[in-house]
């Protein structure tokens, strides 16, 4: 395959021309010579043919945000007949009814084409209207809904075409690599944010409803009315900048937002031969999910079904063709290009009912037709996984399921301690080395929650809450400590970060269900203490962590001032919660959205001036690592006292955590603590 290099750009264009020609595999596979199907005439009742999706997102989705542009809605008068021609042409020629229908619906097909062609035809990203085929009148009557109709479409946003430049992406240095991946994680946190946000308002302001919003496709518009979705002016093949193998996503949606897949519901993402340099289409990435009933997965080889030729009810009705998606997979083959591939499995989660999992590359060997499981043909691709890249995502998901519930079968060696917290947490804290005789962890006490002076509980004993009995309102008065609004959604995420949260705590007469009592019930996920040859002692989680969710506390003993001067000229190891940089500002900074947004400054807090010593006392979050670019923050809340100078130190996670990858928190330690001079570091 001939491929135009430059050394001055990672960008790689590929240029191709057809060596072989196309075979023509569109005709119906063929039995044996010798076989009696061969002889056999049969009848095929041919059904409505819908074109293949992928399952959605949700089993009862709102319509479908389409991203590509808008196929033409009108039919074509050269082409197509208009409805009830056929019948009305067979009528008796003598019926004096005849002339009149065939006339009207003359007059309802030129009035459509006229409609067609003053609105661009509903092509690319306009919506065409359609006069009603039902309607009795020869000259259409002026119809107010219709012209606001006609007036929303061509006051709607026409957005720029995907481009149709191939290029591969290569040669990146290792700032190159840190400054994709932070531009993908800040669209993706971003996306996240607004997601979860706007589910929280339409909540807020339909209570009760059984319907929900679709957060996911709402937040996909918001990005792509600014320009912000990624890798819009080149169509990527390969690796995608700042993807990393084994990163999750919760929706479609957030594919395309990414760019690492462009198709809403086609399991298959391509270039047109319309829009191909050589008019042949390529194709760039693939989802696998079961959806088809003649896929073989084993991982590293695929047996990959096309598309097409299934009704709506997802049943193989009629033949595939070599067309779409199928020749482009074909013609992906032939110039030996490789294809992304993202798998989607079923999880119970209360923000979607699948995740996808991003398994790396793959080169497609070879294809063929053959006769599929319900007796049509179909085509198939067989894939096999790219030598020398991280182990599948896919994988490791399966790998942490068996750990959650049989960690010793799994993994016979390495375990210190099947719960650390002895007990201490509602859900047991793994501690696993299977590198060194390191045994450190096991000679702390485990501290559940972070132990305050007496005098911090002593100013707060005239404390206010809530009266809220029956369960808490927006206009409770935690709400209003809050600024007027909760600060978690109805599943107990994050809504924005603040300088400190109010939970409904010791002083409240709600339930302990309170959607606002969130980090006082301790740990959700199945987290491990682990052994690691980069970090030393390092948190990695067994479930998958959502954006948003809390984590667990940062606890050890709080001392003032005075007491951190004197701990630390014994050299014991003390946190400055001062230190941790302000990472609950990026969580729901719509800056990119609306140019006047401020970070919160309320509730206020002034500034912290205790330290934490966890030289004898701490719990499993004292051993997450450093980071520049952390996927967890902390966010300080009250709940047991309402003394502003003492907050709890509460990890969320920043993205989606897939399991067993390490969790990482941004200390501050970049400068030096001017209270003693030395890193603020607990491992």
Partial sequence: MPISLSTQTHFFPLTMGSLLPILDLNASPQSAPNSTLATATISLKVPKIEPKPEPCDDPTPQPPFDPSPSSDIFPNPQTTPPPHQTSIVAAAPDHVYSEFHRISELFHTAFAKGIQNCDGGGGGDEDGVVLDPESGAIVPVEDNNQQQQLAEVVQRKKYPQRSNELVRVTDLSDEDHRYFREVVRKTRMLYDSIRIISVAEEDKKNPGQGKRTRGDLRAASVLRDRGLWLNRDKR???????????????????????????????????????????????????????????????????????????????????????????????????????????????????????????????????????????????????LLRIEGQPEMGSSILKFAESLRSRPLSVRPRGYLSLDLSQQREKI????????????????????????????????????????????CNENCFCAMKNGGEFPYDQNGFLLRGKPVVFECGTFCRCPPQCRNRVTQHGLRNRLEVFRSRETGWGVRSLDLIHAGAFICEYTGVILTREQAQIFSMDGDSLIYPHRFSDKWAEWGDLSQIYPDYARPTYPAIPPLDFAMDVSKMRNVACYMSQSTTPNVMVQFVLYDHNNLMFPHLMLFAMENIPPLRELSLDYGVAVADEWTGKLAICN
């Fill in 236 to 382: 990527i093949v390969g690796s995608i900048p700042g993807v990393y193998v084994g990163d999750l996503f919760f929706f479609r949606m957030e594919l395309c937002v990414v760019g690492i897949h462009g198709q809403v519901q086609a399991g298959i993402d391509y270039l047109p031969g319309s829009q191909s340099s050589n008019r042949e289409p390529i194709a760039t990435s693939i989802i696998v999910s079961g959806g088809y009933e003649d896929d073989e997965d084993a991982g590293d080889v695929i047996i990959y079904t096309g598309h097409g030729g299934q009704d709506k009810f997802n049943r193989q009705c009629a033949h595939q063709k070599l067309e779409g998606g199928n020749l482009a997979l074909e013609r992906s083959m032939h110039y030996g290009i490789e294809v992304r591939v993202i798998r989607g499995r079923k999880i119970h989660s209360a923000v979607s009912s699948k995740v996808y999992v991003y398994d790396g590359l793959y080169r497609i060997l070879e294809t063929w037709l053959d006769v599929g499981k319900s007796g049509f043909g179909v085509y198939k691709f067989k």
């Fill in 428 to 471: 047991p804290v793994l501690l696993f080395n299977d590198i060194d005789a390191d045994q450190d962890p096991l000679y702390y006490e485990y501290l559940r929650t972070s132990a305050f002076p007496t005098h911090v509980y002593h100013q707060s004993a005239n404390g206010t809450g809530c009266e809220c009995v029956n369960g």
